[in-house]
């Protein structure tokens, strides 16, 4: 019912700045809460933030709080990813996600879209 699409990925040094973007189709998105999760080689997918259907809350992991921002502009349909003071640990493909009902926000089977992701390389 929805497609998700994500861009912005790219190589990036430590210390920048990144903003991802996430797309979506149909005219349902207020209706989603979103979320983004990301996933480095060899390891687990892990959740990065989430906000809610009207962008009143928001969550984020520990390791990226102070450091990354998540927002959404419904009358677009897009979801962002603002990422700054980026680090070599943060390299991984990012997910846009979205769910249709109430969530545990961090918990990504509760998400029911996904996007392909979209890869951020942070150099050293």
């Known amino acids: 019912q929805v497609q998700l699409v994500e861009s912005g990925g790219r190589l990036v040094q430590a210390g920048g700045s990144l903003r991802l973007s996430c797309a979506a189709s149909?005219?349902?998105?207020?209706?989603?809460?979103m979320g983004w999760f990301r996933q480095a080689p060899g390891k687990e997918r892990e959740f990065v933030a989430a906000?809610?259907?009207?962008?009143?809350?928001?969550y984020y992991a520990d390791s990226v709080k102070g450091r990354f921002t998540i927002s959404r502009d419904n009358a677009k349909n897009t979801v962002y990813l603002q990422m700054n003071s980026l680090k070599p640990d943060d390299t991984a493909v990012y997910y846009c996600a979205a769910a249709t009902d109430r969530l545990r926000p961090t918990t990504s089977s509760d998400y029911n879209y996904w996007g392909q992701g979209t890869q951020v390389t942070v150099s050293s």
């Open positions: 906000i809610s259907r009207g962008g009143g809350s928001t």
């Open positions: 149909g005219r349902t998105f207020s209706s989603y809460a």
